[in-house]
């Protein structure tokens, strides 16, 4: 049970001055009953705060996202400051800091100043506070992401047919940025650079579970569950980072809900092994895209249950793969067609570019 404690008392200056043209705002589209949450909750009364959040969300979801009016993405930011500020009080840091993130992915613009600057605040004494309970408990004996003991021809035997049987991306260590210009970028071909991420700290911190639990386990995410966004069960959650590394940890890399952070030229791999194939952007006819707008840079083909029948165009057709080792960097060519399969459990990092002026 947690005590109240004046030390913990958030500052909100943008909610304090924006508070009242806010609420005003929200009236005018018929908001009276948030009105009177909003105002006791204002005074610390945490059940109308959560009260004038779950009016707010109502209101995000009551139609398409872009038909959502901009007032409630506001007033939903509002209550979750509300709902944070109540339970930091109270000592409640995971509670806060969730009610905070809650506000930074969901509410809109107005009060994003305060609420990034009390997930500073709050995530700071949630640290602390996980520290002290870890101190109090018994060491685990294996609390890494990847173990070392993995068998490599089971991991193998995951793979597509085919699969590393064709051309390989070719490996290159000591490149020049000039030499990648020249010889990759520029004639837009693939290169796995072995060497560019010696320095990282992420690669040893990332694979240990406690330093990311304790650095980021109350913090929520959206992820993705599923295959991929192309099957019917796939879905979206938001779960806090620590749920999300245990959900991994005990499903591995052949589960059949696979769990996964919503969101290549550049890949990077940092923790684990990835099984990467290529085909080159003028392809795309043998890939069979969708024909729908929203999907045409997806292909109809599952290359785990390929059926060349169905899809005859692929039987032969040449591709480029690799397995992406720890500490491998991998350049992807714009519009060049990708699938990606962990080999274990893996942590990567993508890194987005585009030309100058370019849309």
Known sequence: MSTANSS??????????????????????GGYAYVSMAARAAAGDLRAAEAAREMAWEQLHSGPWHSVLPVWRDAYSMACLHVAKVHAIAGEFSDALRALDMGLIMGGPLLKPDLHSLVTIVSAKARAARVSEKQ????????????????????????????????????????????????????????????????????????????????????????EVGKNYLYPEWKQELITFSQFLERIKANGSSSAAPTYLAQHPLFDQVVGKKYIRLYLASLSEELYPYTETMLC???????????????????????????????????????????????TTSLSVSFWWSEYGSS
Request: one cysteine or more; proline letters at 7%; a negative charge.
């Open 136 to 223: 109090q408990q018994c060491p685990k004996s294996d609390r890494r992401l990847v173990p070392d003991d993995l068998d490599s021809k089971e991991l193998l035997g995951v793979l597509p047919t085919k699969s590393l049987s064709c051309k390989m991306v070719l490996k290159r260590s000591g490149l020049s940025l000039e030499g990648f210009l020249r010889e990759y970028l520029l004639p837009g071909y693939p290169v796995i650079i072995s060497d560019g991420m010696g320095h990282w700290p992420a690669r040893t911190k990332w694979n240990d579970m406690d330093y990311l639990t304790r650095v980021a386990g109350d913090r929520t995410v959206p992820v």
């Open 297 to 343: 840079n997806s292909s109809q083909v599952d290359l785990d249950n390929l059926d060349e029948k169905e899809f005859p165009k692929m039987r032969d057709l040449e591709f480029l793969d690799c397995i992406l080792e720890e500490g491998d960097m991998l350049y992807i060519p714009p519009k060049w067609w990708h699938y990606v399969r962990s080999l």
């Open 8 to 29: 913990n008392h958030l500052q909100t200056p943008i909610l304090d001055s924006e508070s009242a043209q806010l609420l005003q705002a929200v009236s005018q589209h």
